[in-house]
């Protein structure tokens, strides 16, 4: 029968002739046939089990090794151990050396396979670029024939496989339920607009937006004309006590003419009005109770910018609105420099009871340039001996660093002072959803949890339309590589800082933050697909590809922190300065990722051929280390100070000698973690066996889903990435400064000398159910 014919079939059984229900199940395997595989030998077989839809077009061997290029993954099995790419998630490829191929990869990693003769490496080139190249529609992506030949594939998993991949209610209900539970008076201070239904005032917003109630439909239609794109104010996110908001929007419209738009200023204001309006369950200084020493706090002396935003005193119901924050993400020079372009930033002086400070964030080029400097520098062999400098060098951690503080800085503004905040910078979908939804995390416990972050993804980047196609690089002919940039990467960063900092206030651990790392390029999933939510309703993205939440669901204990203490509504208050952030190890560098023993082999980027011994010892490489003491009895007679944690390999070592002489078996991983043969542990799509000598095998409990075994047979590092066995989960308390100086650093949104009683924010290495002062 013809595809022709195919489709007439189709569109009789939806008129209730008996067959196939639907268009896409007939034609699943015409959409998207599988290719014919090339061998190079007959004798060779294919080394992993496909995915739905998945088909191995090339097959070969390297040397001590074997390669397949499918329409999904790279796959390089070694001897001892094996490499899985997504094809989406390489960013080039190129020849060295003559009979090496040198894969680049967009999360930094890199892949080196070595070839016997000249012409064979030229073959693959050939192959794999062809492989990678920027898909020329959506159908050449991935996640389309993964989710039509999972529909297709059996008619008994059909609704099965349909309610799993999809994302749960407190996603695609997100606005209601957001404003139910953020409690918005929406009978006399806000409303919900439909101006953008069917995407037609801004093809980047959500149709629905909060905002006064007050301002009408036709005055926001005005504001459109005047800001970047359309994009309007409008209101994310308020704070349950005091009423305080915070709106995000793109750049007022100035140009060089000094243009003006009243309808734009009365919006502005009215945002502060209307929290005035709905104040929430204020609290007053006199119902503080904790009394923080003068000084005490976060420390603005190293950063580049002094706030007043400390020391005023807390919102009353029967004051004026409290002075509007506009924080622009730029630099001031780069706000005028955009006026050369149409663009600019607000001036004081037209909007009344506002004002405007910038932070100085570097645009998207500086931010690829940096990130390419710190992939040159973790894919260094051997271990470059200025590594610290070269880390140095490339900036990342500056950057991080900037957009931390200025996450601080709404935080603090929101929290401390009761204070409304705007956010944007020049189009308002790359810096100011990374500082928008960094401060909702600071300030809201909800977004810590694995329901609450989903939301915040889908609200603040996808909702409001952060380009994924074009930074990410997989949007149909996207060949302009100044387009590109890892912005979800870097918010992922500090979230990931943020994590390590306050290590038990998070519910998901840190292989959720790398495998939404991983499949945010990956294209196995529909959910960061295209630019904007228009597009993706358009092209039907929500039914005919999977969610990715359905992997990183609340129920999939891969992915759960066992030391998250619920219940608690701490503010975070991390510290911001560059020498306290971490270099993401299990992102960057090529065996720190945190897996499971049955993903030990998946991990790998590098060939052995090209690892030294300090590479394999992955004991080593993945734990904490501390200062190590070859004999503990003499150290200890010695009088020197031990201060080893069991995250240190050797001590651990001795620990488990000394139980087992004494009949005990080994201990579990602190925090409810399940014991290194514990069924938990196992990955549930990966069936490889392990290369770690010291792991005992284990025995993999069946799928028992269709998505669960669809996720076992994926090979992409599918997995529950076990949690280091470290007994220390708190980072070590700061050694004492001179009298009169706080213990932690001051954060750059509030000012020494203030004296104003304020809720005890939460700092790093405080418990958060002993939480004391610093003084």
């Not at 305080?244 to 000094?258: D, F, L, T």
């Not at 939404?516 to 039907?540: A, I, M, P």
Request: hydrophobic share 35%; charged share 20%; aromatic share 8%.
């Amino acid at each position: 029968m013809s595809l022709a014919d195919r489709v007439a079939c189709s569109l009789l059984n939806c008129f209730g002739e008996e067959g196939p229900p639907s268009l896409e199940y007939i034609q699943a395997k015409d959409l998207f046939p599988p290719k014919e595989l090339v061998s190079e030998d007959d004798n060779l077989q294919v080394p992993f089990p496909a995915l739905q839809g998945e088909g191995v077009e090339y097959l070969g061997r390297a040397d001590d090794a074997v390669i397949a290029i499918s329409n999904y993954r790279l796959h390089i099995k070694f001897k001892d151990s094996v490499i899985n790419v997504p094809l989406m998630l390489i960013e080039s490829v190129e020849s060295r050396h003559m009979f090496q191929l040198h894969i680049t990869c967009k999360d930094s990693k890199v892949v080196r396979c070595h070839f016997s003769t000249f012409k064979q490496c030229q073959e693959w080139l050939r192959r794999l670029n062809r492989a990678i190249a920027h898909p020329g529609r959506l159908e050449d992506l991935f996640a389309l024939a993964y989710h039509a030949w999972c529909l297709g594939s059996s008619t008994d998993d059909e609704d099965q496989h349909l309610h799993l991949c999809r994302p749960g209610d407190h996603v695609r209900q997100r606005l209601q339920m957001e404003v139910k539970r953020m409690g918005f008076d929406m009978q006399n201070a806000w409303r919900v607009s439909d101006i953008n239904l069917k995407y037609k005032l801004c093809s980047s917003y959500p149709q629905q937006l909060l905002v006064p109630v007050w301002i009408t439909d036709k005055e926001l239609e005005s504001v459109g004309s005047f800001r970047s794109s359309n994009r309007i104010p409008v209101v994310v996110y308020r704070h349950q006590r005091n009423g305080a908001v915070i709106a995000r929007c793109s750049q007022p419209e100035i140009s060089w003419w000094g243009w003006r738009n009243t309808e734009d200023e009365y919006l502005v204001t009215s945002i502060a009005k209307a929290c005035l309006m709905d104040p929430g369950t204020r609290i007053t200084c006199e119902a503080l109770a904790c009394s923080q020493p003068r000084g005490e706090g976060p420390d603005s002396s190293d950063s580049d910018f002094d706030s007043s935003l400390t020391g005023c005193p807390g919102p009353d119901a029967n004051t004026a609105p409290q002075k509007l924050l506009i924080l622009d993400a730029r630099s001031y020079t780069a706000a005028v420099a955009n006026r050369a372009k149409g663009g600019g930033c607000e001036c004081e002086e037209y909007y009344p009871n506002c004002e405007v400070m910038f932070m100085g964030m570097a645009n998207i080029h500086s931010i690829r340039n940096s990130f390419q400097s710190l992939r040159a520098v973790c894919s260094q062999i051997p271990d470059p001996g200025n590594w610290l400098s070269a880390l140095e060098s490339t900036r990342w951690l500056q950057h991080l660093s900037v957009m931390l503080k200025a996450a601080t800085l709404v935080c603090s503004a929101v929290e401390r002072e009761g204070r409304p905040v705007l956010v944007h910078c020049s189009d308002g979908w790359d810096r100011t959803p990374q500082i928008v939804a960094l401060a909702k995390i600071l300030l809201d416990p909800f977004y810590r949890t694995l329901e609450g972050f989903q939301v915040l993804v889908e609200t603040e980047w996808l909702d409001y339309g952060h380009k994924f196609g074009d930074r990410c690089g997989h949007q149909e002919d996207a060949v302009d590589v100044s387009e590109q940039c890892p912005v979800f990467l870097q918010w992922l960063d500090c979230v990931h800082q943020l994590f390590k900092q306050f290590p038990c206030l998070f519910e998901f651990n840190e292989a959720f933050l790398v495998k939404l790392v991983q499949h945010t390029y990956s294209c196995l999933y529909g959910t960061f697909l295209c630019n904007n939510g228009r597009e993706r309703e358009v092209r039907n993205i929500h039914n005919r590809t999977c969610s990715v939440w359905s992997l990183l669901r609340s129920g999939n204990k891969n992915f759960q922190n066992f030391l998250f203490i619920p219940g608690h509504d701490m503010v975070l208050q991390p510290v911001c300065h560059t020498r306290a952030l971490q270099l993401w190890t299990a992102v960057y560098l090529p065996t720190s990722s945190p897996c499971t023993s049955a993903e030990d082999a998946m991990e790998l980027y590098l060939s052995p051929s090209v690892q030294g011994d300090e590479l394999t010892s992955r004991s080593l490489d993945r734990l904490p280390k501390t200062r190590s003491m070859d004999n503990l009895v003499s150290a200890f007679e010695n009088g020197v100070a031990l201060t080893r944690t069991s995250s240190d390999p050797n001590l651990n070592k001795h620990c488990q000698e000394a139980r087992t002489a004494h009949g005990l078996e080994p201990m579990a991983s602190v925090g409810g973690g399940a014991s290194p043969d514990s069924p938990e542990d196992i990955s549930p799509d990966t069936g490889l066996e392990s290369d770690d000598s010291e792991v005992e095998p284990v025995t993999q409990t069946p799928p028992t889903t269709p998505v669960e075994r669809e996720q076992r047979e994926e090979g992409f590092e599918e997995a529950d990435m076990r949690e280091e066995i470290c007994l220390t989960t708190q980072p070590l308390p700061p050694i004492a400064l001179e009298q009169g100086n706080p213990h932690f650093p001051l954060s750059p949104c509030s000012h020494p000398s203030s004296t104003r009683p304020s809720p005890r924010p939460l700092t790093p290495g405080s418990s958060p159910s002993t939480a004391t002062s610093d003084g």
